[in-house]
């Protein structure tokens, strides 16, 4: 199960903010995603290796060859702001 | 200090390195983009490293195979648990794209390794290596407004080093000093730079060194709580934060306070560590596995092929410098130093010179013309072949040390052959008796004053007249048959006239011992005892003391 205080300090840590309706209502549905876990964490998995992945592919990699790519401009402009060749940001507060 | 007084408890420092180490590849981890330090800013970036919706990371082969390449040369498992994957480490700052950052969690590339480091005037020593993963860097920032980032009103932000490379190395704290901790920090950066898989360029920032330190009492089994130190980028930086923290805490220890976990920052500026935020609320980075990559499994064959390509590596070629070719350890550390240099002195070696007199002339004269240039070794015109040329001519008693010496300026300007430049310029050695003998007369002759001191117990004065046959001859008499005709001939007429007192008009002591000093010995010969024979040997019985050696290239 999960409660309020712990949906409130996930939205924290994905810098989300909640109103009151909202902490109720992703109280509910996480709480019956959870249920559904727990639900399959009662299957039986003595001596199955543990995975972190569905497909058996291992060592997919690429060869390392320069390409430049060409819309530079366009993820700079994409931005929500910018300095000529910099991202602007605003100020790092230290809380 | 008394008997009586309270026996002071003696604390040592238990310290552990983390360093990310900048992988020389062409493109970023997981992009295409260039990783190239110094473009414009924003330059080499693209959807996948500013971390653009929809788009899919794929790992550089080159990443992975110079990370391998590391691994193993630190003596690691490659993936004990049979194969490493990557995970998402989560946190904001503007500095990181994507607000998570790729890395590797609880199944790390590589463990349980360990690297031996060296400190003057201490047995070799073995570092455990805990772990070393692959992740990507995170961007640049840049602080607007004002110099520092509690007065900007704005950052900016480069991502052109965002996905970039990065190994990460954790050592275990089995470091207990700060020369152990720069030796092994040295270390490191040596062992990458023969493997050719990092630059290591500390102003560049290819090598980051964050410090995790405690106290306790001496030889204590107990962990102290410890600090984290970040922002080191040299070794020197990395020694002084070892020396100022571990002060630091003991004091606190001594003073009854307690130590705060947390992070703190070497401030280059006033050469001490500052408080960051302690870490009271420890950062939930809620790691998950990276979807996006498949995991890494090498087989054993691969990895096996891993290691028979290794090469030697620098403290293999310490041992064998010392243990088969008999050099002192100092001359083996700094020979190994570079790979290069390494490869360079086993070139001459191999053209039959020895290894003694090869250590010195390039500890000595090629080092000191290094320093001067700011060449590297590869690109000087004095080649191993030259070097072994030269050597060889003093060796065979065709040239003086002092004609080498004289040739050197010349070879290092325009390369060449040593032995045509000799030839051609008439500068072989007399070693004819007879020739040398009428040149001895002749000088002895003209020191009638100095012949009688000598006679008369002056001794030392054989460099004199040493110098003044070197002198008539240009440098080109053989210094051994000098020595020997000025000996016998002055020994001729045992009885003389009674000494004058000591302050009697005595010839200036020169410095003869610098006349046919070797060439490695050139600088210490100048303060060399004035007159000592023993100078004027063949070059592979040098003369210096390790300690006059060190001084000399200090």
């Known amino acids: 199960m999960i409660d309020r205080e712990q949906v409130k300090k996930v939205a924290f840590l994905a810098r989300l903010e909640l ?27 003595e001596g199955v290796p ?31 702001d910018r300095a000529e060749d910099f991202f602007k940001v605003p100020r790092i507060i230290e809380d | 200090m008394t008997s009586t007084a309270p026996p002071t408890v003696q604390y040592e420092a238990v310290i552990g390195l983390e360093v990310h180490v900048q992988l020389s590849t062409e493109t970023k981890l997981f992009c295409r983009c260039s990783t190239r330090f110094g473009n414009t800013p924003n330059t080499n970036i693209c959807p996948i490293c500013t971390g653009q919706p929809g788009t899919l990371p794929v790992l550089n082969q080159q990443a992975l195979d110079y990370a391998v390449r590391a691994a193993t040369a630190l003596n690691c498992q490659i993936h004990p648990q049979g194969l490493s994957k990557f995970d998402r480490k989560q946190y904001f700052y503007p500095d990181l794209p994507k607000n998570y950052q790729i890395s590797q969690y ?30 990507e860097d995170a961007g640049k920032l840049v602080h607007a407004g004002a110099d520092r980032l509690s007065g900007s009103t704005h ?29 092994y920090a ?4 040596r062992i990458v730079r023969y493997l050719g898989v990092c630059d290591g360029n500390m102003q560049e920032g290819s090598l980051r060194f964050d410090l995790n330190i405690s106290v306790r009492p001496a030889g204590g089994s107990k962990f102290g709580t410890k600090v984290e130190i970040k922002n080191l980028n040299s070794f020197n930086a990395l020694q002084r934060a070892v020396e100022y923290e571990f002060t630091r805490q003991v004091d606190c220890v001594r003073s009854g306070e307690r130590i705060v976990q947390e992070t ?70 700094v020979l190994t130093d570079e790979r290069e240099v390494a490869e360079y002195f086993e070139q001459v070696v191999a053209l039959d010179i020895p290894a003694k007199q ?32 030269l050597l060889a001519l003093i060796n065979q008693g065709i040239i003086s040390n002092r004609i080498a010496n004289e040739l050197l300026p010349g070879l290092f300007e325009a390369g060449g052959s040593p032995r045509a430049l000799v030839e051609e310029r008439g500068l072989t050695q007399i070693s004819d008796r007879g020739q040398l003998e009428e040149i001895v007369n002749e000088v002895l002759a003209g020191e009638s004053d100095s012949v009688a001191a000598y006679r008369g117990g002056r001794t030392k004065l054989l460099g004199f007249f040493v110098g003044k046959v070197m002198k008539k001859t240009a440098g080109r008499a053989d210094p051994q048959v000098v020595n020997d005709l000025l000996q016998s001939k002055l020994a001729e007429q045992p009885t003389a006239p009674p000494p004058e007192p000591e302050s009697a008009a005595e010839p200036p002591e020169a410095p003869p011992a610098v006349e046919d000093a070797p060439l490695e010995a050139a600088t210490e010969a100048v303060t060399a005892e004035a007159g000592s024979a023993e100078a004027i040997t063949a070059a592979s019985e040098e003369p210096d003391t390790p300690v006059s050696h060190q001084d000399a290239h200090a």
């Not at chain 2, 040295?186 to 950066?189: H, Q």
Request: hydrophobic share 35%.
């Open chain 2, 106 to 135: 609880d199944l790390p590339l590589a463990e349980h390794g360990w690297l031996e480091i060296e400190v003057e005037g201490e047995a070799a020593k073995r570092i455990g290596i805990t772990r070393l993963h692959m992740e």
């Open chain 2, 358 to 389: 090869a250590a010195n002339f390039l500890n000595g004269p090629v080092a000191a013309y290094l320093n001067e240039t700011r060449q590297s070794i590869s690109q000087i015109k004095v080649t191993p072949e030259v070097s072994a040329e």
């Open chain 1, 50 to 80: 543990p995975t972190t992945r569905a497909i058996e592919v291992n060592n997919v990699v690429r060869p390392d060859e320069l390409v430049v790519c060409e819309n530079r401009e366009g993820i700079l402009e994409n931005a929500p």
């Open chain 2, 264 to 333: 703190r920052l070497w401030d280059e500026a006033t050469q001490r560590t500052i408080s960051m935020r302690s870490k009271e609320e420890a950062n939930d980075y809620r790691y998950f596995p990276e979807p996006d990559l498949v995991p890494i499994a090498l087989d054993s064959n691969q990895i096996d092929a891993y290691r028979q390509r290794l090469g030697e590596l620098p403290a293999q070629k310490r041992h064998r410098y010392c243990g088969t070719l008999g050099l002192s350890s100092y001359d083996a550390r």
């Open chain 2, 186 to 189: 040295e270390e490191l950066r």
């Open chain 2, 155 to 183: 950052s900016l932000v480069d991502f052109n080093r965002a996905g970039v490379a990065l190994c990460e190395i954790v050592s275990e704290p089995d470091i207990r000093s700060a020369a152990q901790a720069a030796a």
């Open chain 1, 19 to 45: 109103t009151e309706e909202e902490q109720e209502m992703f109280t509910r549905q996480l709480g019956s995603i959870l249920d559904y876990i727990a639900e399959l964490q009662r299957v039986e998995t």
